[in-house]
């Protein structure tokens, strides 16, 4: 993998963006948002599924916030795939045993290549959903083109911040 491994934005558009995704429980809503994903041939779908599902009885992806990040605990794909996340809105908010008990109305759905690629991706969205811009956009269920115009948008800030750190340039509002 190269750059866009770490790109959020690249991720989106390979896993999509799935609108009034049906399903009356998590479970369900797993099943759906798999059963939309591209093709990906190195990818069991039945094992993902069951992987997800084990994953989630660990202890629950719902993060709060209306938001879930189901995935598996392991990277499901190998070097040479191309990992993916894709965003679902269910039909319905769903029961997801969430931390605040918020009903979940967006789902980033995280197939990973590396262990250090996934925690990557799982910061990167943490950081996105505590945006109210970014949580706006999904809690309304933005087109897809808005959604990943403002992942984008962050990204070029992220990196922007990154050469300024490492040129040892004063960064605007920062320490």
């Not at 996105?128 to 269920?141: A, D, G, T, V």
């Not at 750190?165 to 004063?170: K, V, W």
Request: net charge negative; charged share 20%; with cysteine.
């Amino acid at each position: 993998m190269g750059k866009d491994e770490w790109n959020l934005a690249g991720l989106v558009e390979r896993g999509g963006v799935c609108y009034q995704v049906p399903g009356a429980n998590a479970k369900e809503v797993i099943l759906e948002t798999i059963g939309l994903l591209p093709p990906v041939p190195a990818m069991d779908r039945e094992k993902l599924f069951r992987e997800i599902l084990e994953r989630e009885a660990l202890i629950s992806t719902g993060v709060g916030r209306g938001v879930a990040l189901p995935h598996p605990r392991n990277p499901m794909l190998g070097e040479g795939d191309a990992p993916l996340v894709a965003i679902a809105f269910p039909a319905q908010p769903i029961d997801w045993n969430t931390q605040d008990g918020s009903k979940v109305h967006t789902v980033f759905l995280i197939i990973s290549s590396s262990v250090r690629q996934h925690l990557g991706t799982l910061s990167k969205i943490n950081f996105m959903c505590q945006q109210e811009k970014f949580y706006s956009l999904i809690r309304e269920r933005a087109p897809r083109e808005e959604i990943i115009s403002a992942i984008r948008g962050a990204e070029a800030d992220w990196a922007g911040r990154h050469v300024l750190a490492d040129s040892g340039t004063a960064q605007p509002g920062g320490s």
